[in-house]
């Protein structure tokens, strides 16, 4: 019977009762439906590569309820682990803080050079004033024919061809997806569950089982290069 040793960590718990009872990754991804990949992460403890803690709570309850763990236990140590991260954080913060005199210096100066930039630009003006009729009705002209030329390059942009995406889930597993490099979002998905996504550049997509999704890029079938049961890192187009 494994003890309860306070010294274990979330990761080694769990692992130590995978050991004791025989239980290869291979078979726990099989029962949990989580990929190996993401199985080695949690018991390594490598924190900083694993999914959102929302996914990572249900992953340990998962991973404790196959061996036969304490999935409440495994999730308080993670918990407790994850605290003591940011407490080693925590004081790089207060630092920050104390070059906010720094800071102000340099927004003083900021301002100084802003003061002067309006000078200058007053300056331009006035003598623009001074200027004759024609040479006037001239430099509209131009800026009129900039602003037309910008005009036409902002529309030109928006007319770019839309990249359509759909996947569709063929087993439970989570999903992370960031369209036209902005903020990620996080699913999860089960089985027979459709995704449809739309973009103007691209996609990024992080899964937790790469035989768990198949994909359709702007109506045609899109082949994932990885190994059924492992995470997988997919860069469209």
């Not at 726990?28 to 989580?34: F, G």
Request: charged share 30%.
């Amino acid at each position: 019977m494994i003890s309860e040793n306070r010294s274990f960590s979330f990761g080694h718990y769990l692992q130590a009762f995978r050991i004791e009872r025989g239980i290869s990754l291979e078979e726990l991804s099989r029962e949990t439906k989580i990929g190996i990949d993401c199985l080695s992460l949690i018991e390594n403890e490598q924190i900083d590569k694993l999914p959102p803690e929302v996914f990572v709570k249900g992953f340990l309850r998962s991973y404790a309820r196959v061996v036969n763990a304490d999935g409440d236990e495994a999730v308080r140590r993670y918990l407790t682990c994850i605290g003591v991260i940011n407490q080693k954080i925590k004081p790089e913060k207060e630092l920050n803080k104390t070059g906010l005199k720094y800071w102000h210096k340099i927004f003083l100066l900021s301002g100084f050079f802003l003061f002067i930039i309006i000078i200058s630009v007053a300056s331009v003006y006035e003598l623009s004033d001074k200027t004759g009729p024609a040479e006037n009705s001239k430099q509209k002209k131009r800026s009129s024919d900039i602003k037309q030329n910008v005009i036409k390059e902002k529309s030109s942009e928006k007319t770019g061809e839309e990249l359509s995406l759909k996947i569709l889930a063929v087993k439970d597993t989570w999903l992370k997806v960031i369209i036209d490099g902005q903020n990620p979002k996080e699913y999860i998905l089960n089985n027979g569950d459709i995704l449809e996504l739309k973009a103007s550049s691209g996609y990024n997509l992080l899964v937790g089982d790469a035989g768990a999704i198949k994909l359709s890029f702007n109506e045609k079938a899109f082949d994932i290069a990885r190994e059924s049961g492992r995470a997988a890192n997919i860069q469209i187009p």
